[in-house]
């Protein structure tokens, strides 16, 4: 859990009853009062709740009360500054049955954070954003996935025009377009900047330059990070001098500091700026001579070759970093700066990715649903897409989970067959830098995505943790069915896929024979499809080799669906039953019975002696 809620960190809990600490359990920073004692998993604070919330709210991102929502209110009033600053606060009634996002909902995190919350207690999450009941992401939070800054402008006036319904103009000029391909229909984004149609109430700037205040509507900017500043510098240049360098180069050429992805140089010269970039939490991407010098630069430099052994550093080093032609443009070619009296001088050029730099780790969630309905999903798994940036899966299972999606989620829907470019899609975002739930039904171990993704990335160099892997299991296809007709996977049992598009026939017949003559009982998965009818009439002759026919069999299709259906049968009779690639097939074992509409395989205790 904590893993998965690691941008709230650090996150503490406060409950001042029995039954509100045992609400928040879940919760591994977790405050009492004295008064209650000391309760195995918590920490108690002494003297009053409100001096201690004083200590708690400028070091932690998120605080969640089990608490009355008007006590929660009268203290945290006091410490309340602006919703750029203020940690998400989230009130959980003691029946756990809401959690309220009450503070900082967008910039803190909050309502993301209620959402998790209730999908882990089971609760209903009140959102009273009106961004969130437009099912918009909202204007401060919509370049957060990709790492943009936020820059100067009228947050709260363009938020408003949202709100209001009224149309938002955007200009973007850099930076990932994907947000706008995830709205939802019916919004009031305009993406047209020469329509005479619309009059904007506010204006979105998505925009490596720093824009003028001065604007005709209210209007915001935001910076994807997508400037490299190629540095290259004199042994002993004070960093005062490199960063006034920047800073000058950057207002010339009306460029947003936001906008910086980070620095580059030689990496004779890295050890000199590593400090700056350090503070500044720039990265820092260093280049040997040798591929400096292979770049085409416009200024290049025979007395600089002779230092360092290649005719460009600056130049060479930021087109580099962006990712070298064609892909980067050089912006600014490099400008020398000294200073009177002051040691060493500095070379600055700027160029522009045409991807920004997320700044952020990526992950990859692996996710098994279930059969399908909500109520069937792990806690675990829920939390995870609710939480992810983006959501990768084959279209059917995307739907399933709809009720769970929020806001600004960028969600990719495949249609079948098309598992290997679903794990190449999420994989790719991932080393971008989002978290990405990559989603399959039933147990994403188990005939799922999983080992599919996982091939992948070994085959691609992973280094086994960038990005990292989380696995969240669900409840499989077979147990599901078995659970629909009774008991019948009670003894020893096994699975079989049925589909030969990745396995030869000759290895799945040969595991058939195995499964039969073993007696276990057997769950037949992607039995037949509509050009794939021979392989499940195979599988029948098979088992009644080893197998009486009058074996009990379960039918069970779209199991825990609107359209589910179950029959049972017998070996003989199963394929009279429709069978598709929705359906599961049991086969029980020779001590499989059935009673009424039950599957039972008999696990043995009666036989034992008292």
Known sequence: MISLWREFQPLAAIAVTSTATFRLQFVTNLWVPASLGNIPGTRVYQGSLKEHLATLWSNHRALIFCLATGAVVRLIAPLLKDKSRDPAVIVIDEGGKFVISLCSGHQGGADKLAKLIAQQLGATPILTGASAALQLPGVDMLGVPFGWQRGPGDWTEVSAAVVRREPVQV???????????????????????????????G???VTHRQLSPESDIPQVQWHPRVLWVGIGCERGTSRQL?????????QAHGLAEGAIAGVATIDLKADELAELCRDRLFPLRSFPAEMLRSVTVPTPSNVVEKAVGTPSVAEAAALLAAGAEPEASLLVAKQIFRTAGELGAVTVAIARAAVEYTGRRGKLLLVGIGPGQLDQ??????????????LVGYSLYIDLIAPLLRPGQIVEAFPITRERQRGERAIELANWGLTVAVISSGDCGIYGMAGLVMEQLRSSGWDGEIPIVEVLPGITAMQAAAAKVGAPLMHDFCAISLSDLLTPWEVIEKRLHAAAQADFVTALYNPKSANRTRQIVTAQQIFLQYRKPDTPVAIVRSVYRESEQITLTTLDKFLEIPIDMLTTVLIGNQSTQTHGDWMITPRGYLSQSP
Do not use: Y
């Open 171 to 201: 200009m973007q000029e850099v930076g990932t377009t994907l947000w706008q391909k995830h709205l939802p229909e019916g919004h009031q984004f305009s993406f047209h900047l020469d329509n005479d149609k619309i009059s904007p109430k």
């Open 203 to 205: 204006r979105i700037c």
């Open 242 to 250: 490199i960063e006034r360098a920047i800073t000058e180069v950057m």
């Open 377 to 390: 999903i792990t806690p675990a798994a829920q939390t995870a897409i609710v939480s992810a940036d983006a």
